[in-house]
């Protein structure tokens, strides 16, 4: 062991290791233990217990569950002045820690009228004291990080089938949220007009959201422990994936006409996440006589379902045939695009049949 890990002192000036009153050496940290004294058998009476770590408060922590755990087999736990520094300190440290605790905080989660006195006694049962509306945190117990640990030990000792399930007095009325109401309205618009819906991931790639389209490129919401190089990346459009959903299923039969109304991600220093999140909606149709007649005649008939007046100016964009795309507008913003697909986006993709589609803002349409 000693010559496995001997690599880890190459650097060091000097090399720290414990000794007994006869200067016998007991280890040698991190690299060996000493078996004639550091050899434990069923007639040992007496345990040095040594720790060592990268971090001081993690090494006292483990170290508190070890001596305590030994103690509750009948050991004695004894204490010693440690010296780092300039700085002093006693180890292992078993003085309790103290975090506030609102009794009505207990309740108001719990639903019960719990007292000091009651509240005292059932966080006894879990080995923690209280006094002056202070748990006493046992040092043992570093699983106990926020108030919410105290009222699950609390809840514990008080038996979950204990509680009574009741439907809680509020003076609230649920209902469908806005957003719900639209997504589902727009749904039943499309699906009228001989759409099928589709509930994609929102997770892709930058190969399927930019190269296979053609689009600019432009910055993404990457994924910092990605698994899987084809899920990395937020969407920032919802018309890659569909088009990802038509190269799959080329071969089942046309037309095929699909929509998807979700959220989209993109970079937005503004938000305290870093990123936005926008509704948007995008629906394709692939035939071997689709237009652009065709999908404007599909956007005309959700605009109308909906009352909303909207013009359509000329624009090029790399993801469309020249020509045959255009900006959809809306009280002079611009909402989306829409147009055929370029037969560059339609060989990357391995799709044989024309395609025309559209991707609109919802929240910029519908605000």
Request: charged share 25%; with cysteine; glycine share 6%.
């Amino acid at each position: 062991t000693g010559k496995t890990y001997a690599h880890i002192c190459n650097d060091w000036k000097k090399i720290t290791y414990f000794v007994d009153a006869s200067g016998t050496i007991m280890s040698m940290p991190p690299i060996v233990n000493s078996y004639d004294v550091g050899k434990i058998d069923e007639k040992t009476k007496d345990v040095f217990i040594e720790a060592t770590g990268t971090d001081l408060n993690t090494l006292k922590i483990a170290l508190n569950i070890v001596v305590t755990a030994l103690a509750d087999m009948g050991g004695k736990i004894y204490s010693m002045e440690i010296i780092q520094g300039n700085e002093k300190f006693t180890t292992p440290d078993l003085t309790p820690s103290k975090r506030k605790i609102d009794r009505k905080y207990v309740n108001k989660l719990l639903g019960l009228e719990l007292t000091d006195a009651e509240m005292k006694q059932l966080l006894a049962k879990m080995g923690i004291g209280f006094e002056a509306g202070s748990a006493l945190i046992p040092a043992y117990r570093a699983d106990i990080l926020h108030p919410m640990d105290l009222v699950e030990d609390i809840a514990i000792a008080y038996g979950y089938e204990n509680f009574d399930a009741q439907i809680p007095k509020v003076a609230t009325i649920g209902e469908e949220s806005r957003g719900a109401i639209l997504k589902r309205k727009i749904a039943e618009v499309l699906s009228g007009l001989g759409f099928l819906e589709c509930n994609t991931y929102h997770l892709s790639n930058g190969k399927d959201l930019i190269e296979k389209m053609n689009a600019k490129k432009t910055s993404l919401v990457k994924l910092s422990n990605s698994v899987n190089i084809d899920y990395d990346a937020m969407r920032n459009a919802i018309l890659p994936i569909l088009m990802k959903v038509l190269s799959e299923n080329r071969h089942n039969e046309y037309p095929q006409r699909i929509f998807e109304s979700g959220i989209v991600f993109a970079e937005d220093s503004k938000e305290e996440t870093g990123v936005s999140e926008r509704a948007s909606l995008s629906a394709v149709s692939v035939h071997p006589n689709v237009d652009f007649s065709e999908i404007k005649a599909t956007l005309d008939a959700l605009m109308r379902a909906f009352d909303i007046k909207y013009e359509m100016k000329e624009k090029e964009y790399s993801s469309y045939i020249s020509g045959r795309c255009a900006e959809i507008v809306v009280a002079g913003k611009s909402v989306g695009m829409i147009g055929e697909l370029h037969p560059q986006v339609l060989n990357n993709w391995e799709i044989e049949m024309p395609v025309a589609g559209f991707e609109i803002d919802v929240e910029m349409v519908f605000e």
